[in-house]
């Protein structure tokens, strides 16, 4: 049976692989979802001796089947070089008792580069496999690290502009430095004034607007997204969980066939979303571990079945979690009401126009192998010192997040199942709230600064992407209000 894709919202139209990737976001608004998950085909014993590129090639071969396998090892191999500090390109830490898998190690520090390194080549790929003469548009929104890494990834490009929106409070300085001193003539860079959603709303609808597409069209633009929104964004997430547990299985952790738990601190769901996908390929998974901040929209809807972003929205420490609509979760959604379109449908609309959705008991039943949780500020906070000092080990806030929700859930349960944690981000991105968790004489120091205090508090080097960063010429300085995004747009486009 070939796999095709098709639109959580009913578009009754199944498309290639090359064709949902280019596309983004089908043209009902939904998201493409697989019309079957594949599965892992081989013993794990055959598997555990590849190395990182050699399984992303297996697994992603499986997902796009329309693609040459020599073009996708092509785009594989250029992803996955040099560009990343580890040769195991996921490292796999042991440390308090969890495996903390390390996603930071590429030109961004954070865990979007595991799929914004592949996705522009992928891209380029499909654009060529469907005979697309248009220049493609990146219009993405981001909560701190999506845009650096798409930024980066589509850098000079050929054929490829990128246009990224964030939330100007909403980010942590390391972010927005490494956001607005972005070179390359095809990267465009805007604040605009409300956060994250309002960011990811914009962006939604400047996609649904089937006019304003149309114009673009004529004017040789065609529309595409970097968020995990994207199906080409959301599978090369797959593969780094499939990695961490082969890692396990060669260094005699774990027996091929064990179950682990997989920890995910998350935000718009996409991470986690790829976790349980892994699963429905056939990693053995006992539960899916979904560690929320204050902003816990997504610890309530897994605990009560009821959807509500009617709350006041929290900036934190951990702000590539400041979420309170979860985009990815529609995927989720789909599976748990048998791809239903209709029932996406009516929950969307709900979403949309009372601000809150509740999914039906059969649906709650498909929720049992999550497990939500969340972590104050303060609990953030103290996750991080309280590792530092036992074992010298520094996370960031968001991994704090999913390691303080792991502490908590061994101890309701009383689960000793192997875990790993998805470790999303460098200490080093987040410097000022890293070092005040550790001491807070560090407080009133700006965060370049603290860079050279992080480093001398693990041990290691300031990463190569953050050196200097703080004398780096900032080249994009624009910013607008939310109902000026698509003028915003237009203007970057000449149209």
Same mark, same amino acid.
């Given at each position: 049976m070939d796999l095709l894709y098709k639109s959580t919202r009913g578009d009754k139209r199944s498309v290639s692989s090359a064709e949902a990737v280019v596309r983004g976001i089908a043209p009902d608004g939904g998201l493409y979802v697989p019309s079957v998950v594949p599965l892992l085909d081989k013993p794990f014993d055959k598997l555990v001796d590849m190395d990182y590129r050699e399984l992303a090639a297996y697994i992603m071969a499986k997902f796009f089947i329309d693609f040459p396998r020599d073009i996708l090892t092509e785009c594989i191999n250029n992803a996955y070089d040099s560009k990343y500090d580890d040769s195991r390109i996921v490292p796999v830490i042991e440390k308090a008792e969890a495996y903390f898998i390390e996603l930071f190690h590429g030109p961004t520090l954070a865990f979007k580069d595991m799929a914004l390194t592949f996705l522009p080549h992928l891209l380029k790929a499909a654009s060529r496999i469907m005979d697309i003469d248009k220049e493609i548009v990146i219009l993405t929104a981001t909560s701190g690290d999506t845009g650096k890494a798409a930024l980066e990834g589509f850098s000079g490009i050929e054929g490829t502009r990128i246009i990224v929106f964030y939330p100007k409070n909403g980010v942590s300085m390391v972010q927005e430095r490494q956001m607005t001193t972005q070179e390359g003539n095809n990267t465009h860079v805007i604040a605009i004034e409300g956060n994250f959603d309002d960011a990811q709303k914009g962006v939604k609808a400047i996609f649904g607007d089937k006019e304003y597409g149309d114009k673009l069209a004529g004017k040789g633009y065609i529309f595409s997204s970097a968020n995990s929104i994207n199906i080409g964004r959301l599978v090369p997430q797959i593969v780094y969980?499939?990695?961490?547990?082969?890692?396990?299985?060669?260094?005699?952790?774990? *027996?091929? %066939?064990?179950n682990i738990n997989i920890v995910v601190p998350t935000? #718009?769901?996409? #991470?986690?979303l790829a976790a349980y996908y892994s699963k429905k390929m056939g990693l053995p998974v006992n539960k899916l571990i979904c560690a929320s901040n204050i902003n816990n929209v997504l610890y309530d809807f897994i605990n009560t079945g009821i959807y509500d972003r009617k709350r006041k929205f929290i900036v934190t420490s951990s702000?590539?979690? +400041?979420?309170?609509?979860?985009?990815?979760?529609?995927?989720?959604?789909?599976? $748990?009401? %048998?791809? +239903?379109?209709?029932?996406?449908?009516?929950? *969307?609309?709900?979403?949309?126009?009372?601000? &809150?959705? !509740?999914? *039906?008991? !059969?649906?709650?039943?498909? $929720?049992?192998?999550?497990? %939500?949780g969340f972590a104050t500020e303060e609990e953030t906070f103290s996750t991080i010192k309280d590792l530092y000092m036992k074992s010298g080990y520094l996370i960031d806030t968001h991994t704090s997040v999913g390691y303080t929700v792991y502490k908590k859930y061994v101890k309701d349960t009383a689960d000793n199942t192997p875990a790993v944690i998805a470790s999303t981000a460098s200490p080093f991105k987040f410097p000022g709230s890293v070092a005040e968790a550790i001491d807070e004489k560090y407080m009133d120091m700006d &965060?370049?600064? $603290?860079?050279e205090v992080l480093s001398g508090m693990s041990g290691i080097k300031i990463p190569g992407p953050l050196l200097g960063i703080e004398d780096k010429k900032v080249i994009h300085n624009k910013s607008c209000a939310i109902e000026e995004m698509k003028d915003v747009v237009s203007t970057i486009l000449g149209i």
């Amino acid at each position: 049976m070939d796999l095709l894709y098709k639109s959580t919202r009913g578009d009754k139209r199944s498309v290639s692989s090359a064709e949902a990737v280019v596309r983004g976001i089908a043209p009902d608004g939904g998201l493409y979802v697989p019309s079957v998950v594949p599965l892992l085909d081989k013993p794990f014993d055959k598997l555990v001796d590849m190395d990182y590129r050699e399984l992303a090639a297996y697994i992603m071969a499986k997902f796009f089947i329309d693609f040459p396998r020599d073009i996708l090892t092509e785009c594989i191999n250029n992803a996955y070089d040099s560009k990343y500090d580890d040769s195991r390109i996921v490292p796999v830490i042991e440390k308090a008792e969890a495996y903390f898998i390390e996603l930071f190690h590429g030109p961004t520090l954070a865990f979007k580069d595991m799929a914004l390194t592949f996705l522009p080549h992928l891209l380029k790929a499909a654009s060529r496999i469907m005979d697309i003469d248009k220049e493609i548009v990146i219009l993405t929104a981001t909560s701190g690290d999506t845009g650096k890494a798409a930024l980066e990834g589509f850098s000079g490009i050929e054929g490829t502009r990128i246009i990224v929106f964030y939330p100007k409070n909403g980010v942590s300085m390391v972010q927005e430095r490494q956001m607005t001193t972005q070179e390359g003539n095809n990267t465009h860079v805007i604040a605009i004034e409300g956060n994250f959603d309002d960011a990811q709303k914009g962006v939604k609808a400047i996609f649904g607007d089937k006019e304003y597409g149309d114009k673009l069209a004529g004017k040789g633009y065609i529309f595409s997204s970097a968020n995990s929104i994207n199906i080409g964004r959301l599978v090369p997430q797959i593969v780094y969980y499939v990695f961490s547990y082969l890692d396990l299985i060669k260094r005699s952790k774990i *027996t091929a %066939g064990e179950n682990i738990n997989i920890v995910v601190p998350t935000g #718009n769901f996409g #991470n986690i979303l790829a976790a349980y996908y892994s699963k429905k390929m056939g990693l053995p998974v006992n539960k899916l571990i979904c560690a929320s901040n204050i902003n816990n929209v997504l610890y309530d809807f897994i605990n009560t079945g009821i959807y509500d972003r009617k709350r006041k929205f929290i900036v934190t420490s951990s702000p590539a979690m +400041d979420i309170l609509v979860s985009s990815n979760l529609e995927r989720l959604l789909y599976d $748990l009401a %048998g791809e +239903d379109a209709k029932v996406i449908d009516r929950l *969307t609309g709900e979403l949309a126009d009372k601000g &809150e959705f !509740e999914i *039906t008991d !059969e649906m709650k039943q498909g $929720l049992s192998g999550f497990y %939500g949780g969340f972590a104050t500020e303060e609990e953030t906070f103290s996750t991080i010192k309280d590792l530092y000092m036992k074992s010298g080990y520094l996370i960031d806030t968001h991994t704090s997040v999913g390691y303080t929700v792991y502490k908590k859930y061994v101890k309701d349960t009383a689960d000793n199942t192997p875990a790993v944690i998805a470790s999303t981000a460098s200490p080093f991105k987040f410097p000022g709230s890293v070092a005040e968790a550790i001491d807070e004489k560090y407080m009133d120091m700006d &965060e370049f600064s $603290l860079l050279e205090v992080l480093s001398g508090m693990s041990g290691i080097k300031i990463p190569g992407p953050l050196l200097g960063i703080e004398d780096k010429k900032v080249i994009h300085n624009k910013s607008c209000a939310i109902e000026e995004m698509k003028d915003v747009v237009s203007t970057i486009l000449g149209i």
